[in-house]
């Protein structure tokens, strides 16, 4: 199984912030990787797929690059609705596995 | 608009069974796969089952043998039999719409929707 490997783990930030989450997977993965976010309490909901590309609604804040083993997720100018934990997943291979999470708190 | 409703969560005994439903409408069910994600207690994402519109399905190696996958496309519904289920398999369950038809990898799929989840406890 691919092993997909996030940090930091957990990060404090200050609205209207600019934060970067990393995504390492444990071989190349080209660019089939997905964000998601997840707020307390609530389902996971699909912010970016194939590395970069911004699902409708997602707002432009939000930007995914990256590709073979190193990616990251960038937030510029954070809201507090962008307090959540945030996920990648890899779609290279099955089982199509995810990181274990990154909490950005305030 | 996509909606998907899970059911059947609750406490059950290890060794026990247990049935999760999904029940989806605002799009055509019978033309995406669909998975099933689980999420134990404070941790992480972890899929586990997947049924693509054609039928086929897909385990994780950690229920492989022990729980079903099945679909009904007339009633837009998803099922997960869940036997011998162990305390480690306490979670809150998810339902999620995948982007495509069949799995194929590698490729750009997701997981585009999902429902609330519901709660599975294992324990005596």
């Known amino acids: 199984d691919i092993q997909m490997t996030q940090s930091p783990s957990s990060l404090s930030a200050s609205v209207g912030e600019e934060i970067t989450i990393t995504c390492r997977a444990s071989?190349?993965?080209?660019?089939?990787l997905n964000w998601y976010q997840q707020s307390p309490g609530k389902a996971p909901r699909l912010l970016i797929s194939?590395?970069?590309i911004l699902q409708t609604g997602v707002p432009s804040r939000f930007s995914g690059s990256g590709s073979g083993t190193e990616f990251s997720l960038k937030i510029r100018g954070l809201q507090p609705e962008d307090f959540a934990t945030f996920y990648c997943?890899?779609?290279?291979?099955?089982?199509?596995?995810f990181g274990q999470g990154t909490k950005v708190e305030v | 608009e996509v909606q998907l409703l899970e059911s059947g969560g609750g406490l059950v005994q290890p060794g026990g069974s247990l049935r999760l439903s999904c029940a989806a409408s605002?799009?055509?069910?019978?033309?995406?796969?669909m998975s099933w994600v689980r999420q134990a207690p404070g941790k992480g994402l972890e899929w586990v089952s997947t049924m693509s519109g054609s039928g086929t399905t897909y385990y994780a190696d950690s229920v492989k043998g022990r729980f079903t996958i099945s679909r009904d496309d007339s009633e837009n519904t998803l099922s997960l039999h869940m036997d011998s289920l162990r305390v480690d398999d306490t979670a809150v369950y998810f339902c999620?719409?995948?982007?495509?038809?069949?799995?194929?990898?590698?490729?750009?799929?997701?997981?585009?929707?999902w429902g609330q989840g519901t709660l599975v406890t294992v324990s005596s």
């Open positions: 999620a719409k995948d982007d495509s038809y069949i799995v194929v990898v590698p490729a750009a799929q997701a997981f585009d929707n």
């Open positions: 605002g799009f055509t069910f019978r033309s995406y796969a």
């Open positions: 071989q190349t993965i080209s660019t089939f």
């Open positions: 194939a590395g970069s």
């Open positions: 997943q890899q779609t290279y291979s099955l089982p199509r596995t």
